[in-house]
């Protein structure tokens, strides 16, 4: 059966290209509607793209995952798809890191068995709610613009995500008019996780009271703010190399008081980030911007154990 949504990925991905013909995929299945609307998809396609499709599926080991493995690895088996299982050694994995194991060992999957893209079923709903999300925790352009529809994880293996533009209200459609065997998680009615109480509370209530397109106009949103970041980070980089020693332990004043604030925040974070501060914050973003104005003289900001800067005349030096 052939439907409006096999048309628009279709059209998606020849506009894009994010998905060459004649390639090697791994899909990665959770059990969930998206992956598996996404599965279906890719295999109603591939004849079209003459790919050859498999699939991955990771098992957390929480309880309340049981029987999802087995249930992927019997969707495998009906639709004579060759399937990747692997089980996480680690107790009491969090969200955070199962995120993180799930894509270190889908890469070591794709590594292995010379597949050159790895396709998850990530929707233009988890991009709204990863919008939301990270825009509460006080994220900037950057970090309002994370997802995006391919992105390289080494040299010859790209992470591709062809649902990007598609709801989860339509990857529900799809499943049920096809009668796809979803699994259906218990996790995801959790109201303990933030990310459940943005997708089944805050979003519903945005779209009832404000934008029923919320979800569109958050990609839109972040598309923008995608070329953006990626436009001022590149003019920081210059920056920070024309500003900084070899090293990057020093920053000439002077050059950065020309900037615009924009790009003066953006190169202390790189500076910041350089000498080991992992993921600075905006007050010690803003400690570091307060240095670039301050009179001449000696001043001394400590940012972290690690780091500690001093200006000394026209240069701010790490110590
Ligand atoms: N256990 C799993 N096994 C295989 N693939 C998975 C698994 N869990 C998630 N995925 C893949 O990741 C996609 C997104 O899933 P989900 O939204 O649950 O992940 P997430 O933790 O939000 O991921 P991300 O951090 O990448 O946004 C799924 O559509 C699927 O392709």
Redesign the pocket.
Known sequence: MWTSLHTKVHKTLQNSLILPPKKRILV???G?Q??LC?LKIIMDLRIKWDWEVSI?????GWPSDTGISDHVKKISEEWNIDFYLKRTQILKIT?SIA?EW?YKVLLEVARENNFTAIV???TLS?LAE?VLYNLIRGAGSHGLSV?TNTRPLTNSINLVRPLLNTSRTETLFFCRQLNLPVWEDEVNTNFDYARNRIRKQLVPYLKLNFNPQVEKTLYQASKVLKAESDYLEKEAGKILKLASNKKKTQLNKKILQTIPLALQRRVIRMFLQHNKLQAPNFEQVEEGVKLINSPHGSQTSSFSVQVVLEVYDDYIVKK
Do not use: I, K, Y
Not at 56 to 60: F, M, Q, W
């Open positions: 990665a299945v959770s969930g998206d992956s996404l991955a599926h990771c098992d957390h969200e995120r799930r998850t079923g990530h988890d990863t997802l």
